[in-house]
């Protein structure tokens, strides 16, 4: 039984990494936390996840466990002491600007992550990862009206970011 269960997560694992990542990538805006986000996400999963009983719904648990989990660390962020700008500077991976100004993708990212918080994760799990209204509602805990009117404000948003900067928004 205990093999079949290792099997039975890694399974879930292969069929939901890739979108939990972009989804905590689109969140978060960079690799490292989108990473320790999605593997926490399935830590949590591997020790509560036998309380769900609804198993079609696994999908909607692990993207609502995963966004819990980035607001959950972005409210204990907001409680530490900020650094100064140049430690900041100093631990800033280097970007190429002109390699990202030319990559389409690269560029909705960057558009992304500009719009306000609110607007973000509505618009990505629409957009990235093809979630429903119904199923958004239930991964933000937010009525269904509230996801519509979410995403029409964020594609207003992102349209405006992306008319006035479109290069290197």
Known sequence: MIGNLSLDFQKLVDEHYSSLYRFAYSLAGNEHEASDLTQHTFFIYANKGSSLRDTTKVKSWLFTTLYREFLRQRRSAQRTQPQDEETLELSAPVVN?????????????????????????????????????????????????????????????????????????
């Open 97 to 169: 600007s002109d390699v990202m100004a030319t990559v389409d993708g690269a560029s909705a990212v960057a558009a992304l992550e500009q719009l306000e918080e609110s607007y973000r994760a509505p618009i990505a799990l629409f957009y990235l990862q093809d979630l429903s209204y119904k199923e958004i509602a239930d991964v933000l805990e937010v009525p269904i009206g509230t996801v519509m009117s979410r995403l029409s404000r964020g594609k207003a948003q992102l349209k405006k970011i992306l008319l006035e900067h479109p290069r290197t928004a």
